[in-house]
């Protein structure tokens, strides 16, 4: 029973550059959510897809767009890069929203 | 109001000894208290969660204690190993809202 998988695992980038990042959820659940883990810091929610939609947004600016898929695959998208998006990425998934959630190992984003 | 607060943000104990993690939250709608664990490298892990209508689970080695008058909760770890040697976040939820973390608290366990 495959767990949640993201890739890439690591990933460099420099500034004004935009990334893509995926995400595969555990099987049998259809809900997917994003979290940007700083060093040294708690997870914070970025956002949450369920039935191809966004229905959750923490308090991230429009730079961080998302995208579910039919297959409940997800993507996450930030634009304009800063220094301060440098983070671990983690992707969440559950069932019907409902807790609990199981998360990825997460993509090491470095920019520089 | 959406805080969740952790204390200590880092813990040396020795083998077989008792590991206490405390949280603290304002926001009386969440319904819901998970303790992840983390190691280096790795995505948070779920341990153990707990519903405000109970004062105490427990897990194996693992406590959670419910402190709903408080607005309190904590994570007791029994005996521990160094293999529990982990960053551990507790976390609460709302029906319908987000999963809020605390910040962290590392947890030493020496041989």
């Known amino acids: 029973d495959a767990g949640v998988t993201q890739s890439p695992t690591h990933l460099i980038k420099t500034r004004g550059q935009q990334v893509t990042l995926r995400c595969s959820p555990k099987s049998g659940h259809d809900t997917v959510s994003w979290y940007q883990q700083a060093l040294g810091q708690g997870p914070q929610f970025i956002f949450q897809?369920?039935?191809?939609?966004?229905?959750q947004r923490g308090n991230f600016p429009d730079r961080f767009s998302g995208h579910q898929f039919p297959n409940y695959s997800s993507e996450l998208n930030v634009n304009a890069l800063l220094l301060g998006d440098s983070a671990l990425y983690l992707c969440?998934?559950?069932?019907?929203?409902?807790?609990?959630?199981?998360f990825g190992d997460g993509t090491r984003l470095s920019i520089l | 109001q959406q805080q969740v607060k952790q204390s200590p943000q880092s813990l040396i104990v020795q083998k077989g000894g008792i590991s206490i993690i405390n949280c603290a939250y304002e926001n009386t709608a969440f319904d819901y208290f998970p303790w992840y664990q983390q190691f280096p490298g790795k995505g948070p892990a779920l341990l153990i969660a707990i519903r405000p209508d109970v004062s105490e689970k427990k897990e194996g080695r693992f406590t959670i204690s419910f402190n709903k008058s408080a607005k309190q909760f904590s994570l007791h770890i029994m005996d521990s190993q160094p293999g529990d040697s982990a960053t551990y976040f507790c976390?609460?939820?709302?029906?319908?809202?987000?999963?809020?973390f605390g910040q962290g608290t590392t947890l030493q366990v020496k041989p």
């Open positions: 969440a998934s559950s069932q019907n929203r409902v807790q609990p959630q199981h």
């Open positions: 897809y369920y039935e191809e939609e966004e229905r």
């Open positions: 976390a609460a939820y709302q029906e319908g809202g987000k999963l809020i």
